[in-house]
């Protein structure tokens, strides 16, 4: 079932989502609704919060994206990035391995506003996959940023906070519409 996606402006974006401590009948439903939502809106990755949920669960996969490079690396050996996809992350934690890097980012909760911001090239995760079963890889390029920014999602942090003030400045005319559009809507609910 491809679910509404919620927009920037939804006070569940900005709340830190609940360690799953069980994949319930309810959860594994969520994951492949996530999954059907994030390929309709032809995304690399979709957090819990953006489909409503306060929880940390998030579902990835770079695969359509050929333009920029990722890479994964399994207990200490690189493996194959497509072999690999899609992924679920249930309770993920993140830590920053690679220098920071800039590149360009979106979000579906912010239809049509792009910007570069700057995230270390690689990360070390740890997480639960979609059976429960523990994971841990390190992943570099597009990946990596997709990771991060998802993982984000899950503490309600947006890419909004990692812009540099230049250019949130620069687009603050756009956000602060989209917001009270959001707003807007909830009110009529
Ligand atoms: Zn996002």
Same mark, same amino acid.
């Given at each position: ?9 939804? =006070?569940?974006?900005r ?9 319930? =009948? ?28 306060? /929880? ?22 690189p ?8 992924l ?24 049509? /506003? ?5 995230? =270390? ?38 890419? /909004? ?5 230049k ?5 603050? =005319? ?16």
């Open positions: 079932m491809i679910l509404p996606i919620v927009k920037y402006g939804h =006070p569940v974006l709340q830190k989502g609940a360690k799953i401590e069980s994949l319930t =009948p309810e959860i594994k439903k969520l994951i492949a609704d996530m999954f059907e939502t994030m390929e309709d809106r032809h995304g690399v990755g979709l957090a819990a919060q953006q489909v409503g949920h306060a /929880i940390q669960l998030t579902v990835i996969d770079v695969r359509a994206v050929t333009d920029r490079p990722s890479w994964l690396e399994i207990n200490g050996r493996v194959d990035v497509a072999e690999n996809m899609p679920v992350l249930i309770n993920p934690e993140v830590t920053a391995v690679g220098e920071p890097v800039k590149g360009g980012e979106g979000c579906l909760s912010f239809p049509e /506003i792009f910007a570069e911001i700057s995230r =270390p090239e690689s990360v070390d995760v740890r997480a639960l996959d979609a059976k429960g079963r523990p994971i841990e890889f390190r992943c570099g390029g597009l990946l990596a940023r997709a990771v991060q920014h998802e993982t984000d999602h899950l503490h309600g942090l947006l890419f /909004i906070d990692r812009m540099d003030k250019t949130k400045a620069e687009l603050q =005319p756009e956000l602060d519409y989209l917001q009270a559009e959001t707003k807007a809507e909830l009110k009529k609910k």
